[in-house]
């Protein structure tokens, strides 16, 4: 497909430098940079009278992620094209973030990312043809295949997270703006567990 491994990256391993520069932010998202550090302005009239908070619903909380996964595709789309890379799809690049610095079983993965078996087996297929990942034997049992990232997958992967330092000075541009970002991951992080730990519940239940 045309593709160079020096095209993305040079830095390797996995992880990027602590001490690398901070990234600039392209000029196209500069201006989108400081229109987003204006002040919200209020409409001008009468106040209007303060009213209790209305609680967020489980399901407005799943849909604002489903809308908020669809434009990191999008983000990440746009880096690939842009790299031009035209041989993997963004949901294959996050299956490689997934990965990450591991050596793992296809079973690993597929639980790991909460993917369906056949999504996942296509994507891992398309993933190793296109050298991103190396897929051997397990040494105990020859029937099950343990995979990790080539050096080209841990090349791409740094591209993209370099990439992502420009978009978060977007949503986090001070130190105030950096803790909201983390409590929003705690959050996040808390709802799944709890989810998570419901869902056990419900199928230890019906088991009696």
Not at 46 to 53: A, D
Not at 163 to 168: A, H, L, R
Request: glycine share 4%; net charge negative.
């Amino acid at each position: 497909m045309g593709y160079n491994v020096q095209n993305i990256s040079n830095s390797l391993p996995w992880f990027v430098a602590q001490d690398e520069p901070e990234p600039q932010l392209p000029a196209s998202l500069q201006a989108l940079y400081r229109r987003s550090d204006s002040p919200v302005s209020r409409a001008e009239g009468p106040e209007t009278p303060q009213t209790e908070p209305v609680g967020i619903s489980h399901i407005e909380i799943v849909r604002v992620i489903e809308r908020l996964h669809r434009r990191s595709l999008d983000l990440v789309r746009a880096d690939l094209i842009e790299a031009g890379i035209d041989d993997l799809s963004p949901s294959q690049v996050m299956m490689l973030f997934t990965i990450g610095s591991s050596e793992l079983s296809v079973r690993d993965l597929i639980e790991r990312g909460y993917y369906l078996g056949s999504n996942a087996s296509y994507s891992l297929k398309r993933l190793v043809e296109a050298e991103y990942v190396i897929r051997t034997a397990s040494e105990r049992d020859r029937r099950s295949a343990r995979i990790r990232l080539s050096e080209k997958g841990r090349a791409l992967c740094d591209m993209i997270k370099r990439n992502d330092k420009t978009y978060q000075q977007l949503v986090a541009r001070d130190e105030a703006e950096m803790r909201d970002l983390e409590t929003t991951f705690r959050t996040l992080k808390r709802i799944e567990q709890t989810w998570s730990n419901a869902i056990r519940y419900r199928d230890m239940g019906s088991d009696d």
